[in-house]
Nanobody
Framework: QVQLVESGGGLVQAGGSLRLSCAAS????????MGWFRQAPGKEREFVAGISWTGRQTYYQDSVKGRFTISRDNAKNTVYLQMNSLKPEDTAVYSC??????????????????WGQGTQVTVSS
């Protein structure tokens, strides 16, 4: 069983930056594609960013492309989300997720087998 723990959330003003981390258990982390999702109160969960197990391919929701960067360090069993130029509409609980299957469609929640509990990101206007 894989455990994912997010950290790095907080309160920032618009235009500021945060770096989220997702620490994963297990020796097979390096074989998992990883993703970040977010959900605001009363809103549907939405895909934010994804990364292949090799780290060679990255994927982004259009609204965050150019502002957010997903990366991973397999030696540390950790995936990161660097968030720059934050906007109030970025406010949400951010969760990381892991895909352990042979195929990966980054924006599809059903592709992910394990989920973290989330970390709150609040951006003031």
């Amino acid at each position: 069983q894989v455990q994912l723990v997010e950290s790095g959330g907080g309160l920032v003003q618009a235009g500021g930056s945060l770096r989220l981390s997702c620490a994963a258990s297990g020796r097979t982390f390096g074989t998992y594609a990883m993703g970040w999702f977010r959900q605001a109160p009363g809103k549907e969960r939405e895909f934010v960013a994804g990364i292949s197990w090799t780290g060679r391919q990255t994927y982004y929701q259009d609204s965050v492309k150019g502002r957010f960067t997903i990366s991973r360090d397999n030696a540390k069993n950790t995936v990161y989300l660097q968030m720059n130029s934050l906007k109030p509409e970025d406010t949400a609980v951010y969760s990381c997720a892991a895909n352990s299957g042979p195929y990966y469609r980054p924006s599809e929640p059903s592709e992910y087998d394990y989920w973290g509990q989330g970390t709150q990101v609040t951006v003031s206007s």
